[in-house]
């Protein structure tokens, strides 16, 4: 990565693990985190921090949905799977439930990682926003990914920042469908600002909000302009002037990334002063670590 703080968002499928074990190796255990002044360094678990080289081309690796090849997606049970094997980043999902608790879900219904259509068989089609906490904390979110799940749960947002804090990982969230919980930009930064997660040490180190609304991230920055901010997508050249008075990343699909576009990011310092970075999602599962270094992103979203 080159000049790069922060960290960001998606996917690729399974067939690509071998292409996320690779890459994620030669980052062992560490995460990026801008040193005093903005000196590019690597954190470690411990503490500790190296320079990097000029130059280095090795994309950081941010775990999707919690280590999702390894564990059910957005479970605690995926965050313990991505600290595992070195990932100190990790992406989520935030939505509201019925009575506006914040919850870890990516699809705005439950019956596809849990097991809602059993539970509660006559409330097709089973969206988030139509169950309380209570009822979503009664579901399986486990046993759909294997067996020995069973019984995994679906997290509150405080729970998932408490597993993140006692693993020392850095959380790039995404507000999902924002459209549907209006306010949910105030109330997240809320239950972040409650959770220690808006102080000095997680906001230069641990902490990434984006969304693919524009007009959310816009809501994020003017709550909270002290938080990092990442819009998900490929926006025209010609609106990226304006995106970054209040986004400090650009996330789009690999695909996507041609080198016109990613000089045109990269002419750009967002809101606390530094380049626009690109952390780019869904790469395509036959491509190879070389093929993913010459890519003109800071880090893929795996």
Not at 117 to 145: M, Q
Not at 192 to 210: E, F
Not at 217 to 241: C, D, K, M, N
Not at 247 to 273: C, F, K, T, Y
Request: proline letters at 5%; glycine letters at 8%; hydrophobic letters at 40%.
């Amino acid at each position: 990565m080159v000049r790069r703080t922060w960290h960001i968002r998606r996917p690729w499928r399974t067939a690509s693990s071998g292409l996320a074990f690779l890459l994620t190796a030669t980052m062992a255990s560490s995460a990026l985190a801008s040193g005093p002044g903005g000196r590019q360094e690597l954190a470690t678990r411990g503490g500790s921090a190296v320079s990097l080289r000029a130059g280095h081309r090795t994309p950081f690796v941010i775990a999707h949905r919690g280590a999702s090849r390894y564990a059910p997606e957005n479970t605690l049970a995926a965050i313990d799977a991505a600290h595992r094997r070195g990932l100190v980043w990790v992406e989520n999902d935030v939505q509201r439930t019925k009575d506006g608790q914040l919850v870890v879900m990516h699809d705005t219904t439950l019956n596809r990682t849990t097991d809602a259509a059993k539970v509660f068989p006559h409330r097709a089609p089973w969206r988030v926003g139509d169950f309380t906490a209570a009822e979503i904390a009664r579901l399986d979110a486990g046993s759909w990914f294997g067996g020995r799940f069973a019984g995994e749960r679906v997290p509150t947002l405080a729970a998932y920042l408490r597993r993140l804090d006692r693993n020392r990982q850095g959380l790039l969230l995404e507000l999902k469908a924002p459209e549907r919980y209006p306010g949910i930009e105030a109330q997240t930064l809320r239950e972040l600002r409650a959770r220690g997660w808006l102080d000095g040490a997680h906001l230069s180190r641990r902490l990434v909000i984006q969304s693919f609304s524009v007009r959310c991230v816009r809501r994020v920055h003017s709550l909270a302009p002290q938080v990092r901010t990442g819009i998900l997508g490929h926006p025209p050249l010609s609106a990226l002037r304006s995106y970054a008075r209040f986004a400090d990343e650009i996330n789009p699909r690999m695909s996507q990334v041609d080198s016109r576009w990613a000089q045109a990011v990269h002419r750009l310092r967002g809101p606390h002063g530094r380049r626009l970075e690109i952390y780019a999602w869904d790469v395509a599962a036959d491509a190879g670590v070389q093929t993913v270094r010459t890519r003109p992103v800071e880090g893929v979203i795996d």
